[in-house]
T-cell receptor, first 111, second 115 residues
């Protein structure tokens, strides 16, 4: 299994829809997880952190399933401005400042 | 003004040329990183530095070298550029709390093309 694996998409959804992405990880010792957002040809920016079972921030919910080794990102009431690539990120155990990035899931929200 | 800046933003160079990409930050962070991003691949770590006297190889350091001139500056060099080094290069910084995640802040990227 790859260290971090994501469905590349694209996910094409209408405005207002709910969409969810999954990310699987191989290191069962990983304690914290992150979702970064990357707009086309721009730098990645931190969207959400997940340290325990989950985290919610407005329309965004991140959930962690340690038994199955996956994290998910749920976006409710999608906006056009949510169109971007979402990167799943897992810190290295032992050196938390080193990060492993997934290849990203592309979301396109349409009218 | 941006906290993490990269120069140049775009560069086209020929095979065999030496090129330097520069990164500066005003966040006061100790830790700095260089990544490359290729289509269909995740960000790959080239080198990282936890302070001015500390330089470490990442996953794909072959063909690259770095210099940490000061806390705020971290440059990446390609000694003899080759076409498969064509990519989008990002510099990032983070604070330094032991054994905890520290958000990495990325620069705007340098798009490098080697012909």
């Amino acid at each position: 299994r790859k260290e971090v694996e994501q469905d590349p998409g694209p996910f094409n959804v209408p405005e207002g829809a709910t969409v969810a992405f999954n990310c699987t990880y191989s290191n069962s010792a990983s304690q914290s997880f992150f979702w970064y957002r990357q707009d086309c040809r721009k730098e990645p920016k931190l969207l959400m952190s997940v340290y325990s079972s989950g985290n919610e921030d407005g329309r965004f919910t991140a959930q962690l399933n340690r038994a199955s080794q996956y994290i998910s990102l749920l976006i409710r009431d999608s906006k056009l401005s949510d169109s971007a690539t979402y990167l799943c990120v897992v810190p290295h155990t032992g050196t938390a400042s080193k990060l492993t990035f997934g290849t990203g899931t592309r979301l396109q929200v349409t009218l | 003004d941006a906290d993490v800046t990269q120069t140049p933003r775009n560069r086209i160079t020929k095979t065999g040329k030496r090129i330097m990409l520069e990164c500066s930050q005003t966040k006061g962070h100790d830790r700095m990183y260089w990544y490359r991003q290729d289509p269909g691949l995740g960000l790959q770590l080239i080198y990282y530095s936890f302070d001015v006297k500390d330089i470490n190889k990442g996953e794909i350091s072959d063909g690259y070298s770095v210099s940490r001139q000061a806390q705020a500056k971290f440059s990446l060099s390609l000694e003899s550029a080759i076409p498969n080094q064509t990519a989008l290069y990002f510099c990032a910084t983070s604070d330094a709390h032991p054994n905890s995640f520290n958000e990495q802040y990325f620069g705007p990227g340098t798009r490098l093309t080697v012909t």
